[in-house]
C-alpha cells in the first residue's frame, strides 16, 4: 500500500490564483510528521512547510499554508497567490516515529506538477 | 545560511565501474540520509546514517552500495559495479538530533548529483 498519495499528477492555475495540491497519508503511528517540499526544474528540493501530527492548528510559512485534516490522513498544501516561480514539482513526504529507529527516513510521494499561467 | 553541498553535480561513468558521491552535510546535523530519484520518479530512501553507523536502509541499498563518514565533514555514497539502472539524481540529506522522540524534525538537502550510467 501507497503510504503517500498525491492524485494529481499535473495542475495548473492562474497566475495570482490560489491553488489546493491533493495528499494523503498512511500511517498507524500516532506520532509523525508531514512535510512539503518543492523541486524547480534545476533539481533540488525546497521544504516549504511542515505539520506535525499533534499539532492544533494549520501550519503556514507565508504564501503556503497546509490543510490538515488528521481524521481524513490528508495534508493539502494550499498556495495563494500564485506566482510564476511556483512552477515546479511538489512533493508531499511523511516522517514516522518508530520506536527503535533514530534513522526516520522520509517516504515521498509521487509529486504533483504545478504550471503556472501568465 | 549553512547548506547541505554535493559534488560533483553530474557524473558520468560507464558501466560495472565505482562511484562515490560525496556530501559534505550542515556541520551541527548527526543524521545523514542518501536519496534517489530515477528522471521522472519519486523520491526514493537509500539509508539514514548516525552515529558513525547505519541507522536504516532500504531495499534497494544493496551490497553494492556503501556510505562513509571518512572525516568529520564528508559523507559519501559508493556504488561499486554501477548498473543501467542506477542512473539517476542522488540527494544528500541531513537533520539535527530530534526533539526527543518525536520525528518533527526538518531535513535539508543538498542540490543532488546526476548519475548518468552508460
Known amino acids: 500500500a501507497q503510504k503517500i498519495t498525491q492524485t494529481q499528477p499535473g495542475m495548473f492555475v492562474q497566475e495570482k490564483e490560489a491553488v489546493t495540491l491533493d495528499c494523503t497519508y498512511d500511517?498507524?503511528?500516532?506520532?509523525?510528521?508531514l512535510f512539503w517540499y518543492k523541486q524547480p526544474s534545476s533539481g533540488e528540493m525546497i521544504f516549504l512547510i511542515y505539520?506535525?501530527?499533534?499539532?492544533?492548528q494549520n501550519a503556514t510559512e507565508g504564501r503556503y499554508s497546509l490543510n490538515f485534516q488528521k481524521a481524513r490522513k490528508s495534508a493539502n498544501l494550499v498556495i495563494s497567490a500564485s506566482q510564476l516561480g511556483d512552477s515546479a514539482m511538489y512533493f508531499c513526504?511523511?516522517?514516522?516515529?518508530?520506536?527503535?529507529?533514530?534513522?526516520?527516513?522520509?517516504?515521498f510521494g509521487p509529486g504533483t506538477r504545478l504550471s503556472v499561467l501568465p | 545560511e549553512p547548506e547541505v553541498t554535493q559534488t560533483p553535480s553530474h557524473q558520468v561513468t560507464q558501466m560495472g565501474q565505482e562511484v562515490i558521491l560525496r556530501c559534505v552535510p550542515i556541520?551541527?546535523?548527526?543524521?545523514f540520509y542518501w536519496y534517489r530519484q530515477i528522471l521522472g520518479q519519486k523520491v526514493e530512501f537509500l539509508v539514514s546514517?548516525?552515529?558513525?553507523?547505519?541507522?536504516?536502509k532500504s531495499e534497494i541499498f544493496d551490497d553494492q552500495f556503501s556510505v562513509e563518514r571518512p572525516d568529520g565533514s564528508n559523507f559519501t555514497l559508493k556504488i561499486r559495479s554501477t548498473k543501467l539502472e542506477d542512473s539517476a539524481m542522488y540527494f544528500c540529506?541531513?537533520?539535527?538530533?530530534?526533539?526527543?522522540?518525536?520525528?518533527?524534525?526538518?531535513?535539508?538537502f543538498g542540490p543532488g548529483t546526476r548519475l548518468t550510467v552508460l
Open positions: 540529506a541531513s537533520s539535527t538530533r530530534d526533539r526527543g522522540r518525536d520525528p518533527h524534525n526538518e531535513q535539508f
Open positions: 500511517t498507524s503511528d500516532p506520532s509523525y510528521g
Open positions: 505539520q506535525g501530527s499533534y499539532d492544533q
Open positions: 513526504a511523511m516522517r514516522e516515529r518508530q520506536a527503535q529507529n533514530y534513522g526516520q527516513n522520509f517516504v
Open positions: 556541520s551541527n546535523h548527526l543524521y
Open positions: 546514517f548516525y552515529n558513525n553507523e547505519i541507522s536504516e
